[in-house]
């Protein structure tokens, strides 16, 4: 099984750079994803790390650490827009059946203010 | 081109009702997943199909949840005898095969049970 922890709630301000942490716990592990979900809308993939180190995409980079059971998202020059939750998602082992199903943290909620 | 598409948008049933919600996944997407998401929480995996047939149905919670997807494209989320516990968005999720891919989510069907 799995279990996925990160923070319920952040507050940045517009400009600035944030990290939201995830933790996790795994019976087996096949990739770590990222994903952002505005309110009402579906999750949009942002990052996917298999190997220790950051993934540098734009404005967004991730950093994963497979001994620490660790990863990071990093926004940097944050935007309005950029107000969404953020959900930590865990790729287990394939268990024979081809399933490459994600196991979810319960997301961050990041307010971006002026 | 298109993405994944879900249908209906939002659908309101009184308990013990039975519903079918379907899912339009992209055209050539061999994996198909279905996810339930309660308010405030990270999507949850309900199964996920290659093909025509169900690999992992691990995720569905009892016997009165079914899904199908007799052609390999387009698959329909079946549930019977409606509790109010149902009541979630329902994601629907297609991606290419192999397991370095990310997959692409519909935008949810919001299922209420009275």
């Known amino acids: 099984g799995q279990n996925i922890d990160q923070p319920t709630e952040m507050t940045a301000t517009e400009g600035a750079i944030v990290q939201i942490n995830c933790t996790y716990q795994?019976?087996?592990?096949?990739?770590l994803f990222w994903y952002q979900q505005h309110a009402g809308e579906a999750p949009t993939f942002l990052s996917y790390?298999?190997?220790?180190g950051l993934e540098e995409k734009g404005r967004f980079s991730s950093f994963l650490s497979r001994s620490k059971g660790y990863s990071y998202l990093l926004l940097k020059e944050l935007q309005m827009k950029d107000s969404a939750s953020y959900l930590c998602?865990?790729?287990?082992?394939?268990?024979?059946?081809?399933?490459?199903?994600?196991?979810f943290g319960k997301g961050t909620k990041l307010s971006v203010i002026p | 081109g298109a993405g994944v598409s879900q249908t209906p948008s939002n659908k309101v049933t009184e308990k013990g009702k039975y519903v079918e919600l379907r899912c339009d996944p992209i055209?050539?997407?061999?994996?198909l997943y279905w996810y339930r998401q309660s308010l405030g929480q990270g999507p949850e995996f309900l199964i996920y199909?290659?093909?025509?047939?169900?690999?992992?149905d691990s995720g569905l919670p009892n016997d009165r949840f079914f899904a199908v997807r007799p052609e390999g494209s387009v698959s329909t989320l079946k549930i019977q005898r409606t509790e109010r516990g149902d009541s979630a968005v329902y994601l629907c999720?297609?991606?290419?095969?192999?397991?370095?891919?990310?997959?692409?989510f519909g935008p949810g069907t919001r299922l209420t049970v009275l």
């Open positions: 999720a297609s991606s290419p095969m192999g397991r370095g891919n990310e997959q692409f």
């Open positions: 795994t019976s087996g592990f096949n990739g």
């Open positions: 790390n298999v190997l220790d």
């Open positions: 998602a865990v790729r287990d082992e394939d268990s024979g059946a081809g399933s490459y199903q994600l196991t």
């Open positions: 055209s050539g997407h061999t994996a």
């Open positions: 199909f290659q093909g025509t047939g169900a690999a992992d």
